[in-house]
């Protein structure tokens, strides 16, 4: 193929070509470099949503790497199968990649290292998607933090790696390998209807990640710390559909957050504090993977959360439920692929305590929602509201919706955004939730709003029950 051995970088969910360790790796070893996508089983079981923001992720690195005088190789398979294959294809003596955390993924990594070194190619993985690798915080006695203030302290004063500069240029083989079409793996079928939708409201890529972060530091982290909590407010990064796909480092973020404090930029230092907590969510899904599939808390396994996707699972599900702050922020999930951080903590408290189902419901809703999906995160802020994880919201915290709008959203801004029954003329953004939702699900914005599908009051009297009842079984 080349006189050279090239180098595979195996692409994962580290689409950008700065701060990119495994990317400068395979170019400082002065060999070819092979850009190698690979849907295997893992990535292919994505949700309907994840995958196809990750579709739009790829279409759009692939330009990039194409400007960087290289191309994107797409094949399917089995991870291990497919760089097997493409080693012996290309003669590449070494492949490098960005570290995933999961179990999963670990297991997966694990083996693809060791049966690539016995067939005598150089296999080495590196960090980039987190500020610290997990096994190397550890509290001062030695084991995990399980408790986020203390983590912050710990890690607040660690030096973060430096930024790594993108490559002018990526050295490219002689001749290229054959490589799949991106179209025909249709990434979005499962979308359906609302893919179209949801694209409007993404922006992907590694220079739009950039611009995002620029504009936050620039126009609204001075009041971050008072106004984020505000949904109907622009006053976010939006950079959590970025990170998800490592279109942007955090590295990245620390740098440039830690320079706005420098220069007493008020809310930077809680902006920090954000990236530091999605690193606590890495540090508990390394430490205790069993946080993605049951109660992170020993004493919640048999807490008598309905496991069934009830009428009253599927309003919530549909924006239907009868609160404003609810039912908006389920639909600016469907509409955008993404939820207003505040608005997360409404609907995980109104599904596991005035519903009393288990958060595991909700939290698979948003696996095939979210385009900003990360499992760690995900598992954790579920847990976190529900009460049966690490650094939980007491369980007698009952979110009041109706009373988090009038705190939250007391012009309407947020609710009038994404409720479009009962206004004269609704917003687009109210509009586009008829034109994603399925049509099997019969809604129109001609509808009257429905009633509430459950009284506050109630739902929080049972929740409550079901706690005492189930603290006092212990």
């Known amino acids: 193929m080349s006189s050279r051995a090239p180098v595979i970088w195996w692409i994962r969910r580290d689409l950008r070509l700065a701060d990119n360790p495994a990317l400068t790796a395979a170019v400082n070893s002065g060999a070819p470099v092979l850009p190698v996508y690979i849907l295997d089983e893992q990535e292919a079981a994505l949700g309907a949503a994840p995958k196809f923001r990750l579709g739009l992720g790829l279409e759009c690195f692939a330009r990039a790497l194409e400007k960087a005088g290289s191309r994107l ?3 399917r398979g089995s991870a291990l199968a497919v760089l097997r294959e493409l080693a012996e294809e290309t003669g590449a003596g070494a492949v490098h990649w960005s570290r995933l955390y999961d179990p999963q993924a670990i297991a997966r990594d694990t083996e693809v290292k060791t049966q690539l070194k016995k067939q005598g190619v150089e296999a080495k993985s590196h960090g980039g998607r987190l500020l610290f690798e997990p096994w190397t915080v550890e509290t001062k006695t ?20 430096s930024l790594l500069p993108a490559p002018g240029k990526l050295p490219a083989p002689d001749t290229w390998p054959a490589s799949e079409n991106l179209t025909a793996w249709n ?22 990640a950039q611009d995002r972060l620029d504009e936050f530091l620039q126009d609204k982290v001075s009041a971050y710390n008072d106004r984020r909590d505000f949904p109907g407010e622009d006053a976010t990064s939006g950079l959590s559909e970025n990170l998800a796909w490592g279109e942007i480092s955090p590295h990245r973020l620390w740098h440039r957050g830690r320079a706005a404090m420098e220069q007493a930029s008020q809310g930077a230092e809680t902006f920090l504090k954000e990236v530091v907590w999605r690193e606590f969510a890495y540090h508990l899904m390394y430490h205790s993977p069993h946080i993605l599939t049951a109660s992170w808390r020993e004493e919640w396994q048999d807490f008598p959360w309905s496991q069934e996707v009830t009428p009253e699972v599927q309003a919530w599900q549909r924006g239907q439920t009868g609160y404003g702050f609810v039912d908006a922020a389920m639909r600016e999930l469907y509409v955008t692929g993404k939820m207003h951080n505040r608005a997360r903590m409404i609907v995980a408290s109104f599904l596991t305590k005035h519903l009393m189902s288990h958060w595991k419901i909700g939290m698979e809703w948003f696996a095939d929602t979210l385009v900003d999906w990360d499992p760690a995160s995900n598992a954790m802020g579920w847990q976190w509201v529900a009460g049966s994880g690490p650094d939980a919201a007491p369980f007698f915290r009952v979110f009041n919706p109706s009373g988090q709008l009038d705190k939250f959203d007391a012009s309407g801004a947020y609710t009038s955004r994404w409720i479009a029954e009962g206004q004269r003329n609704p917003p687009q953004t109210a509009l586009d939730f008829f034109a994603a939702a399925p049509r099997s699900w019969d809604l129109s914005p001609e509808m009257a709003r429905v009633e509430p599908i459950i009284s506050l009051q109630a739902g929080r009297d049972r929740a409550l ?8 079984s212990r």
């Open 465 to 472: 029950t079901a706690y005492h009842d189930n603290r006092d």
């Open 187 to 208: 990434m979005g079928a499962a979308m359906r209807r609302g893919a179209d939708v949801v694209a409007r409201y993404c922006r992907v890529g590694e220079a739009a």
């Open 142 to 161: 030695g084991g995990m933090y399980k408790v986020f203030t203390p983590f912050w302290k710990s890690v607040r004063v660690r030096d973060v790696s």
């Open 73 to 75: 190789i797409l094949r």
